[in-house]
Each structure stands twice: as C-alpha cells, then as structure tokens.
C-alpha cells in the first residue's frame, strides 16, 4: 500500500514537501517513482530514486525537484521548490506499476 500526502495550495515560487508511506514491501526492493497528472493531461512521470538510492528527474523539474527516501520509515519524499502554476496536479507515488491515491498540488496566486 502506498498512502501519499503533503499536497496543497501554495503561491508561485513556494515549497512543498510531498510524503509516499509504505507498507507491505519494502520501498528498497524497487525503484520508487513520482508521476503527477494535471486537468486533461496524461500521466507524467516526475522523478525515480533507484534501489541503490540514486535518483533521476525529468527536465521540467531538473533543480527545483529533490526525490529521497527513509528506508528505517519506509517513506519516500518528494521536495518540491520554486513552485510553477504548471506545477499543478495531482501527484502519486508509485512502485512497480502499483500507486496511491494521489495527492493534490495546486500552485496558483
């Protein structure tokens, strides 16, 4: 089960820090990824942090985005700076094709 968290409402240029909790596996054995889907948009995929604990992100969050992990929790986390009103959607943790029920972003003034 993966159970997202940390969404909200936050103005251009601001933080968030996003949480994946995990149970039933453990988040070392896979690649943990981020997806988030905007309003009308496919599914994007944001960032993967490797079995080995080195991570990967896509352009449109490269410098802004940081993806880490607590294997002693079992959480991923997905820090989130200089937010962009294009930022906006709903985000979901995911391993192995499995993935939470999202939680919302919303970056807007």
């Known amino acids: 089960q993966l159970v997202e968290s940390g969404g909200g409402l936050v103005q251009p240029g601001g933080s968030l820090r996003l949480s994946c909790a995990c149970s039933?596996?453990?988040?070392?054995?896979?690649?943990m990824r981020w997806y988030r889907q905007a309003p009308g948009k496919p599914l994007e995929w944001v960032s993967t942090?490797?079995?080995?604990?080195?991570?990967d992100g896509s352009n449109a969050v490269a410098g802004r985005f940081t993806t880490s992990r607590d294997l002693a929790r079992n959480m991923v986390f997905l820090q989130m700076n200089r937010l962009k009103t294009e930022d906006t959607g709903m985000y979901y943790c995911?391993?192995?094709?499995?993935r939470g029920q999202g939680t919302q972003v919303t970056v807007s003034s």
């Open positions: 942090i490797y079995r080995r604990g080195d991570t």
């Open positions: 995911d391993a192995d094709d499995v």
């Open positions: 039933g596996f453990r988040i070392s054995d896979y690649a």
